[in-house]
């Protein structure tokens, strides 16, 4: 669900920047006030998890079209929805840049569409009530799986949104929200089924972390060092192998874009900030696609690859990104924890 800028005008694009970086701002202020520093660490390594998930994608049966994992709540339901989105923003500040996934005119609807939703609204407003003072493993699934559909929706039902008063393209309002929403439905199910065991399995090896992202008790003093550790092994893993499996099918966004404009991408302006930021992104993407540059062959024609795609520049991606979001995730962090200690 990483929206093109061709999808976006500079008005719409500006005022999610400007929603996102207040955020951003706001977030960091609530961190620094009851920053806990085994957060940092778990900050990082869910982070490059999360970018390593999101290049999985699983195909949605009979439907051509595919999708991936948000990861949204896994992130507000581990760490709080403050640092949640920090670290979601993270991840797709770094997809953007290097990688060219999602544009940067559009980034700061991807940080407000994947972000907002599942942290702000999803997390304090029905998870926090169904698990509060009876968490067991039933409502934790059920509170897991809920969560993450409606997020998704609402995510997708944003996009719909930002299209249509962005004006620049020719999807049409009524057929796109239907063919949206019915297919990250699916998506939704199966985001919800893999947040639902994440969750779980962290509950099982270590239940103080949930117990403090939902403020039902502090608990002092316990490691979290398994769970990093878990985290990071599984980050290199899905990245550095288990990426090759991605399905090939266009995901939700561009399955339905195609199906209601008959292209699964956009042409963006050819002048102006879309120009200019493609220009940027060009250079820092050194990695575009998840994968090395190549020339393009004479005749044009892509050929199709071979399923489960081994393929070393997908590997090395992975493997990048994952580091790279850690690496922006802790920084975050570690300044949020320095000028917390400069002010006492």
């Keep these: 669900m990483h929206m093109a800028d061709a999808l976006i005008s500079p008005a719409v694009g500006g005022t999610l920047w400007a929603a996102s970086a207040g955020l951003i701002g706001y977030c960091s202020k609530k961190v620094k006030q009851d920053l806990d520093d085994r957060k940092i660490p778990l900050m990082g390594v869910l982070g490059a998890f999360i970018f390593a998930a999101q290049m999985i994608n699983f195909t949605i049966p009979a439907t051509g079209?595919?999708?991936h994992l948000g990861g949204g709540m896994i992130l507000a339901i581990l760490l709080g929805p403050h640092a949640a989105f920090l670290t979601m923003a993270s991840v797709l500040t770094v997809?953007?840049?290097?990688?060219?996934?999602g544009g940067l005119l559009a980034l700061g609807c991807n940080i407000f569409n994947l972000g907002f939703f599942p942290c702000f609204i999803?997390?304090?407003f029905i998870y926090k009530p169904i698990?509060?003072?009876?968490?067991?493993?039933?409502?934790?699934?059920?509170?897991a799986i809920l969560c993450a559909?409606?997020?998704?929706?609402?995510?997708?039902?944003?996009?719909?949104?930002?299209?249509?008063?962005?004006?620049?393209?020719e999807l049409t309002f009524?057929?796109?929200?239907?063919?949206?929403?019915?297919?990250?439905?699916?998506?939704?199910?199966?985001?919800?089924i893999t947040t639902a065991a994440v969750v779980m399995f962290v509950w099982k090896s270590r239940p103080e972390i949930l117990s403090d992202s939902l403020s039902l008790h502090v608990v002092k003093g316990y490691s979290i060092r398994k769970v990093i550790i878990g985290f990071a092994v599984a980050a290199v893993i899905v990245g550095?192998?288990?990426?090759?499996?991605?399905?090939?099918?266009?995901?939700?966004?561009?399955?339905?874009?195609?199906?209601?404009?008959?292209?699964?991408?956009?042409?963006?302006?050819?002048?102006g900030i879309h120009s200019s930021l493609a220009a940027i992104?060009?250079?820092?993407?050194?990695?575009?696609?998840?994968?090395?540059?190549t020339e393009k062959s004479p005749t044009g024609e892509e050929t199709a690859e071979a399923w489960p795609a081994v393929n070393p520049g997908t590997s090395v991606s992975g493997l990048v990104g994952g580091l790279l979001t850690l690496c922006l995730a802790l920084l975050i962090g570690f300044i949020i924890k320095r000028r917390k200690a400069a002010r006492t």
């Design 131 to 143: 698990v509060r003072d009876k968490a067991s493993s039933g409502f934790i699934m059920a509170g």
């Design 281 to 293: 992104q060009e250079k820092t993407a050194f990695l575009p696609g998840y994968g090395f540059k």
């Design 95 to 101: 997809q953007a840049l290097f990688f060219a996934d």
């Design 240 to 271: 550095g192998a288990l990426s090759w499996f991605a399905s090939s099918h266009p995901d939700g966004l561009e399955w339905a874009m195609f199906r209601t404009a008959g292209v699964e991408e956009l042409s963006s302006p050819e002048n």
């Design 174 to 192: 009524a057929t796109f929200a239907v063919l949206m929403l019915p297919i990250h439905l699916a998506i939704g199910l199966v985001e919800g």
């Design 65 to 67: 079209s595919s999708g």
């Design 149 to 169: 559909i409606i997020g998704l929706q609402m995510g997708a039902f944003c996009v719909v949104l930002e299209t249509l008063f962005s004006g620049i393209s």
């Design 122 to 124: 999803c997390y304090p």
